[in-house]
DNA sequence: CTTGACCCTGACGCAACGGTAGGCGGCAGC
DNA sequence: GCTGCCGCCTACCGTTGCGTCAGGGTCAAG
């Protein structure tokens, strides 16, 4: 089957002009064209195309693309093992990136002020300014952007102090329940680490019983974290941290 | 504490000149000058470096960074909050690449031609050329991608052939259980179900046991692959579904 | 046979830096 | 106090991967 320009570019998710873009470099010239010269694309053409867009989404530059493409000593299924390597790796980090903004996140929440060496951990031992880019040219109007912008957008200094305050009344009950001698794994102390999870949900981000386990671990392996809770109450980061882990089991 | 250029580019993994652009365009101007005009960082700059970095990384254009990071009706807490979800989302997305790849390497194992619009699913209804290209200035010439050069290169289209052959080989054994009339949560199948996860891992890609059993519903949900094992024995990808679900419960 | 959608080839423009040249600043060691 | 050497400064040109016209042919439908 002979696709043109229009269709390929549809069907890929790119712009003509990309199109003509690797034409010209050479990248990914159509097999054939038609008499009036419009460019015609074939199945096999196809398929370099998927193999091209995968290696761009990774990051590589054409040039690059071209070279291992046009490779022979390349088998076909190289490059999707390649690929598939490529993306889980791409995966993990992405992982990393998003415990280092949860930490940042409950730091913030503490008032903990980061070193800068903290703060760019997770860029630092692994590479320099990564991927990304691109991904704003569609991003920046997309509706997945817009809704998050949208669910962001209101979160003004007013809310952040009625969190601070929300998170202040959450410890003070929480210190009572402590003083009470109610045990670490008891319905009211189980109650209070939902709630805890809850409020982190709130003003966060969507907090599983996973990520909230995470996030109790964090608070007695953590000094600083730790330091936090100790402060408020001797004790307290290691009974917060078996209520929220009585909690996440009731509730699994 | 005052940084200086240096100090900064190195602890935030950017260059030098990087800094001197986001100086240049007022996207972050050091809080001050040394009476040499060196620059001076403090710990202000760096926070707002931090979060220029994760929304470059996410593909943002330096110019929209600067709109919502000055954007005075946002506090802190939300910029984190929307990278988390931004980060998340990301990870689903490459997730569903991963999920795609895994398809187009079954489709190559069995020699299914995959249609065009099969083979762009993952881009086309997502969005056209999505973020990367930077990474590869780094990617290019890290360990990571180096070793993962290292593993595939050598796959030429000999070894191509030996992967076909020991694919056959394998569905001839696993076809003579078949016949035997032995069952299939039975030893024998689950053995050759297991060799079956080993051989994917070995030519493809780390297949974890519960990706096996994806890939096993996978044989019977898409009629292309049912197809493909009706074809050798009828029965087949439901006898091999089970044998592998088997197999992996029991190693589990 | 016209019209609107689609194709062509230039050619210029732009973002986000990379790289380098040419020159000053700071401090360790002699 | 001088000499290196490293780090910093500004200025300017180069590169990638396209976007975006401009000016003009093509093709299927009505």
């Given at each position: 089957?002979?696709?043109?320009?229009?269709?390929?570019?549809?069907?890929a998710?790119?712009?003509?002009?990309?199109?003509?873009?690797?034409?010209?470099?050479?990248?990914?010239?159509p097999?054939?064209?038609?008499?009036?010269?419009?460019?015609?694309?074939?199945?096999?053409?196809?398929?370099?195309l998927?193999?091209?867009?995968?290696?761009?989404?990774?990051?590589?530059?054409?040039?690059?693309?071209?070279t291992?493409?046009?490779?022979?000593?390349?088998?076909?299924?190289a490059?999707?093992?390649r690929?598939?390597e490529?993306?889980?790796?791409?995966?993990?980090?992405?992982?990393?990136?998003v415990?280092?903004?949860?930490?940042?996140?409950?730091?913030?929440r503490?008032?903990?002020?980061?070193?800068?060496?903290?703060r760019?951990?997770?860029f630092?031992?692994?590479?320099?300014?990564a991927?990304?880019?691109?991904?704003?040219?569609?991003?920046?109007g997309?509706?997945?952007?817009?809704?998050s912008?949208?669910?962001?957008?209101?979160?003004g200094?007013?809310?952040?102090?009625?969190?601070?305050a929300?998170?202040?009344?959450?410890?003070?009950?929480?210190?009572?329940?402590?003083?009470?001698?109610?045990p670490?794994?008891?319905?009211?102390?189980?109650?209070?680490?939902?709630?805890?999870?809850?409020?982190?949900?709130?003003?966060?981000?969507?907090?599983?019983?996973?990520?909230?386990?995470?996030?109790?671990?964090?608070y007695?392996?953590?000094?600083?974290?730790?330091?936090?809770?100790?402060?408020?109450?001797?004790?307290?980061?290691?009974?917060l941290?078996?209520?929220?882990?009585?909690?996440?089991?009731?509730?699994?």
């Amino acid at each position: 089957m002979a696709w043109t320009v229009g269709r390929v570019a549809k069907a890929a998710g790119v712009t003509v002009r990309t199109l003509h873009h690797y034409d010209e470099i050479g990248l990914l010239s159509p097999s054939g064209r038609s008499p009036a010269g419009y460019r015609r694309y074939d199945d096999a053409d196809l398929e370099r195309l998927q193999l091209i867009r995968y290696y761009r989404e990774l990051g590589f530059p054409l040039e690059e693309i071209a070279t291992i493409l046009d490779d022979p000593d390349t088998d076909p299924a190289a490059h999707l093992r390649r690929q598939h390597e490529l993306l889980t790796g791409r995966i993990t980090r992405l992982q990393e990136m998003v415990a280092a903004i949860e930490f940042a996140m409950e730091a913030s929440r503490m008032d903990i002020r980061l070193t800068p060496e903290e703060r760019f951990e997770v860029f630092g031992d692994f590479d320099p300014d990564a991927h990304a880019e691109e991904a704003q040219r569609r991003w920046g109007g997309s509706e997945a952007y817009r809704e998050s912008a949208r669910r962001v957008a209101g979160y003004g200094k007013e809310d952040w102090l009625r969190n601070k305050a929300e998170n202040a009344d959450w410890g003070r009950r929480f210190v009572e329940v402590m003083d009470s001698g109610a045990p670490a794994d008891g319905p009211t102390a189980m109650a209070l680490a939902e709630e805890h999870r809850q409020l982190v949900s709130r003003w966060f981000y969507e907090c599983t019983y996973e990520i909230h386990t995470g996030l109790a671990d964090m608070y007695v392996a953590d000094e600083r974290f730790t330091a936090y809770y100790e402060a408020i109450r001797p004790g307290m980061a290691a009974y917060l941290n078996e209520a929220i882990h009585a909690n996440a089991i009731s509730r699994a």
